[in-house]
């Protein structure tokens, strides 16, 4: 039924139908929040709300909407998700004088956005700390997780990421690696279980994964 009210508003969109393009972009709003949350710099978050990251991304998709309707086979979140990884890349460039080459092309490319955050992967992984006698334990936890995650290998990290914490499916996070949806299921897994192995040699975190 997603689905099926997903091409229904895709087909509309494509007659140039302002109300279904809202509707369209507004369905996917949550899932592009997760994804500017987690590559968004923390040095950036005190200039840019991730708010403003959505909004910028939503006008620019209205724009650029013929793009889209030119590519056959892609699904529409992930050339939006490619939309607002443009925008994310032109803000840690212009803030931070991250170095870049093409924005536009390069974000098809994992290794070119900026990486996820370890320390807020590693929180959304412990939770929320449940109060002030246990806060010194959590940040210790937190850092010890984190160290666990940047000794990731990068693409045992990004398929990680993917399908756990941006929730994508195996076949869009096959789209987004470049990879086909057999061998990305194998990494995935083969990245889980490492992780896995990792985390179960800390008795604290056994229950996590």
Known sequence: MLAD?????????RDQDATAIGELLSKYRDRLRRFVDIRMDDR???RIDPSDVIQETCLAATRQMPDYFEQEGMP?????RLVAAQKLVGLHRHHLSVKARNARRDVRS?????????ALLAVQLLGR???PSQAAIRAEQQRRLKEVLDGMAPAEREIIVLRHFEQLSNSEAAKLMGWNESTTST????ALKRLKTIVASMPEFRDLI
């Open 110 to 118: 994992f290794t070119a956005l900026p990486g996820a955050s370890s």
């Open 129 to 131: 700390t449940t109060g």
């Open 76 to 80: 529409f979140y992930i050339w939006l």
């Open 44 to 46: 950036l978050r005190g």
């Open 5 to 13: 009210s997903t091409s229904a508003l895709i087909k509309r969109a």
């Open 187 to 190: 990494r995935h897994l083969r």
